[in-house]
């Protein structure tokens, strides 16, 4: 039961990256050097600072959730390492919105932004593949007037020979390294 939630899980995280990143036209972060930027969320491992995961992902079990905020961790280190922009942690933020979706995405962006002293905000969705041990990172970048300005997703394989238990804390170092090198080949291609 546990594998078909997970599958079921990152197919609708896929669907709604999907459908948040096909409608950005426009796609390059060169512009926001040295701009005040800061998540509004980092998906499905949580949309508020303090590591509680999103209502739609629940973690099956704790060493799932670790995982999850290792993927996490490798996602702002990579982050904060952009040139494109600087980059403001998560946990840092304040108000963030229960719910995002396309009827008040724009209406909540420009509240967030206002709320943290921001000129760009970035959503990312960072799904870990525990069968494939992979990630796979999207994120959709906004103008603080809640403009959809770049977008961008790219998947990281996971280690050779694969880990023998991926979910184990001696494997949280190894899911950090491949989300931080998902994370930069997606802002990589947007020139971020």
Request: charged share 20%; with cysteine; glycine share 6%.
């Amino acid at each position: 039961m546990s594998f078909i939630r997970q599958r079921v899980t990152l197919f609708l995280a896929s669907l709604l990256a999907a459908a948040a990143l096909s409608s950005c036209t426009e796609g390059n972060l060169g512009r926001l050097h040295h701009v005040r930027t800061g998540a509004i969320g980092i998906d499905p491992t949580g949309s508020h600072p303090g590591d509680r995961p999103l209502t739609h992902f629940k973690s099956e079990t704790p060493e799932e959730l670790r995982v999850h905020q290792a993927v996490r961790r490798g996602v702002e280190r990579a982050l904060d390492d952009s040139r494109a922009f600087s980059y403001v942690p998560f946990a840092q933020m304040k108000q963030t919105p229960k719910s995002l979706n396309i009827a008040n995405q724009r209406r909540e962006v420009q509240k967030f932004a206002a709320a943290n002293h921001l000129k760009a905000i970035i959503r990312v969705w960072a799904t870990p593949d525990f069968k494939q041990q992979s990630v796979s990172v999207g994120f959709l970048t906004h103008a603080s007037s809640g403009k959809a300005i770049a977008s961008s997703l790219a998947m990281a394989s996971g280690p050779v020979p694969p880990l023998k238990n991926p979910t184990a804390r001696a494997s949280l170092t190894t899911w950090e390294k491949t989300a931080y090198e998902a994370t930069k080949k997606a802002l990589a291609k947007v020139r971020g």
